[in-house]
């Protein structure tokens, strides 16, 4: 089945201790991109990955890292957590960058920081 | 820059009511329109798209227009059910040889009741 997997789902942590949220894809999708979402704001970017080894800052990259050694991970690094950084977090992959195309999304990991 | 507004929510529907959620954009360029919808604790499914103006997007029984005249994208349903109470998120991409994110607007809470 293709998919966009994400773990872990639910994560609760403390200030300044270190996570990765994994997010992998298995659609050889080359466009990967990680979103957060917060209660009215709706969903904004925070990086994304044009192809191995190719990353960039979307709109809030503050306090996040990301890598892209292989086509199909994309981490989603919090060095030194912070409570701002409580929110919704969604991996999303596409085909390429055409306008028409699908993104399609994981299930989305909920982090609280406490 | 590129934005998309929707109607706030929550709206509240009675089962086999008409639905109506306002979506209009602003957008450099002729921009992708698309609905994504998110089920309680899911990530967000693609429900429908239009590529370019007059296009009609269908799919459940939703259907929006591509309607580049008043730059809007209005999402319909002609008798909602239980089922489909979820929030409904309007966004739009330009696409292009660069970074593609998905701009969102807000999202709007449906709630049917039967």
């Known amino acids: 089945e293709a998919q966009v997997t994400q773990n872990p789902r639910y994560l609760i942590t403390v200030t300044g201790k270190k996570l990765t949220v994994t997010c992998s894809q298995n659609?050889?999708?080359?466009?990967m991109s990680w979103y957060r979402q917060d209660p009215g704001l709706g969903l904004r970017q925070i990086y994304y990955?044009?192809?191995?080894?190719?990353?960039d800052k979307g709109d809030v990259p503050e306090g996040y890292k990301v890598s892209r050694k292989e086509k199909r991970n994309f981490p989603l690094i919090l060095e030194s957590p912070s409570p701002n950084q409580t929110s919704l977090y969604f991996c999303?992959?596409?085909?390429?960058?055409?306008?028409?195309?699908?993104?399609?999304f994981g299930p989305g990991t909920r982090l609280t920081v406490l | 820059g590129n934005s998309v507004t929707q109607m706030e929510g929550p709206v509240t529907l009675s089962e086999e009511a008409f639905l109506t959620i306002n979506c209009t954009y602003t957008?450099?360029?002729?921009?992708?329109l698309f609905w994504y919808v998110q089920y309680p604790g899911e990530g967000l499914q693609l429900l429908l798209k239009?590529?370019?103006?007059?296009d009609k997007g269908s799919n459940k029984g939703f259907e929006a227009t591509y309607r580049k005249e008043t730059t809007s994208f209005h999402l319909e349903k002609g008798s909602v059910q239980v089922s489909d109470s979820a929030v409904y998120f309007c966004?739009?991409?330009?696409?292009?040889?660069?970074?593609?994110?998905?701009?969102f607007g807000k999202g709007t809470r449906l709630s049917v009741i039967a």
């Open positions: 659609m050889n999708h080359e466009y």
């Open positions: 957008a450099t360029g002729y921009p992708s």
């Open positions: 990955s044009m192809n191995v080894e190719v990353t």
């Open positions: 966004a739009l991409s330009v696409g292009g040889s660069g970074n593609t994110p998905l701009v």
């Open positions: 239009a590529t370019k103006a007059d």
């Open positions: 999303a992959s596409s085909p390429g960058t055409a306008k028409g195309n699908e993104q399609f």
